[in-house]
Each structure stands twice: as structure tokens, then as C-alpha cells.
């Protein structure tokens, strides 16, 4: 069973940058990042396949980067000049075959 463990997250001010980075426990096939905004549904901010190749939403393009360091089974999401909108616990996701794996949030604020 996937275990995800994800870190990176915390307090910045607008206009700064966090990374975030997903540890999986089992090779990475492909994963995605969600937000949730504080009242909001779950949301997808970008996902990479085991090839490199990347999909990010509208509001994370430009902003945020996805990228993967297979020997670690690492997934990051860089994401720079973060605005307080962006303020949201932010999960990774993995899907192996039709099992479902989310990590435990980690928590971005961003102040004004």
C-alpha cells in the first residue's frame, strides 16, 4: 500500500515562494497536487506522469512547477509569488490502479 508523506509547507508573505515535496513509499507512476481553500472544495493544481510530462491548472501556470526526482520517489510543486488566495491545505495524490492515496495536507498560508 502507497504511503505518501508530504512537507514543506508554512507561513510566507505574498510575492514569496514555498516547495513542497511528496515522499512516496513505492515507485511514483503519476501524482497530482490539490489545494483546499478554507470552506472550498478540493482542487487540482498540477499533476507529472512517469514520462516528466506536467498538466497544471490556470491558476498554478506560470506559478507553480511540478517536477519529480524518481530516485527519491520525490514529487515537488515549487510555487513562487504566492498570493493569499493561495492559502490552502495542499495534498498530494496518487492513484494505483483503482485505489485511491491522498497525503496528510500540509498547510500554506500566505499573508497580505
Known amino acids: 500500500q502507497a504511503h505518501l508523506a508530504e512537507a514543506g509547507g508554512g507561513l510566507v508573505q505574498a510575492g514569496g515562494s514555498l516547495r513542497l515535496a511528496c515522499a512516496a513509499s513505492?515507485?511514483?507512476?503519476?501524482m497530482a497536487w490539490y489545494r483546499q481553500p478554507p470552506g472550498k472544495q478540493r482542487e487540482m493544481d498540477a499533476i507529472?506522469?512517469?514520462?516528466?510530462?506536467?498538466v497544471s491548472a490556470a491558476s498554478a501556470k506560470r506559478r507553480f512547477t511540478i517536477s519529480r526526482d524518481n530516485a527519491k520517489n520525490t514529487v515537488y510543486l515549487q510555487m513562487n509569488s504566492l498570493k493569499p488566495e493561495d492559502t490552502a491545505v495542499y495534498y498530494c495524490?496518487?492513484?494505483?490502479?483503482?485505489?485511491?492515496?491522498w497525503g496528510q495536507g500540509t498547510q500554506v498560508t500566505v499573508s497580505s
Open positions: 507529472i506522469n512517469l514520462d516528466g510530462d506536467t
Open positions: 513505492e515507485t511514483i507512476v503519476s
Open positions: 495524490f496518487e492513484r494505483r490502479g483503482s485505489s485511491d492515496f
